[in-house]
């Protein structure tokens, strides 16, 4: 015995509860946090390119350096330099971030200026922690996330 079902039916709106639209929204925030994260890890590595083939090598006097504590308090997280150069015929006051090594005030350190942009300034020993493959891991656990969340938003077989 066959049964027959009107066209009213099988055409009736799907009535979508709570849970999808906090999937979907949670989905959006995570592909805007992956093009974020892509935009910056872009940046990143065209500074490094820039400072590594392009940089301008420059001499910093060292006005101050402050050493810098980690988030729980008792353990050293680096230090926070604050030097001064000149370069092109003109003198840059610049902080050097995320020092590893304390440097004496008064003191001149071999460094390189981005070409780009004068303000930013590293050292040289400093210059081969600036790349890191951090950013890429976080892109590929966020895309698993994006991934696991657009799954879900399929709709569902009911039997």
């Known amino acids: ?19 999808y639209w906090i999937r ?6 995570v592909l805007g946090i992956i093009l974020n994260v892509t935009l910056m890890t872009h940046q990143d590595q065209a500074r490094y390119v820039r400072l590594t083939q392009h940089g301008v090598p420059v001499n910093v ?16 997280a680096g ?22 090594v304390f440097e004496k005030t008064g003191s ?29 891991v976080v892109l590929g656990v966020l895309g698993l996330v994006a991934a696991a969340l657009a799954l879900s938003l399929r709709p569902r077989r009911r039997l």
């Open 1 to 19: 015995m066959d049964i027959v079902t009107s066209a009213e039916d099988s055409v009736r709106p799907v009535r979508r509860g709570r849970g």
């Open 79 to 100: 230090y926070t330099c604050t030097v001064t150069y000149q370069a092109s015929g003109r003198n840059y006051r610049v902080t050097l971030q995320d020092q590893a």
């Open 108 to 136: 001149t350190v071999a460094a390189v200026a981005d070409p780009a942009n004068a303000t930013y300034v590293i050292t040289r020993a400093g210059l081969p922690t600036v790349r890191t493959h951090a950013p890429w």
């Open 24 to 29: 979907l929204i949670s989905l959006l925030v």
């Open 61 to 76: 006097r060292v006005l101050s350096c402050i050493g810098n504590l980690g988030g729980s308090g008792s353990t050293s």
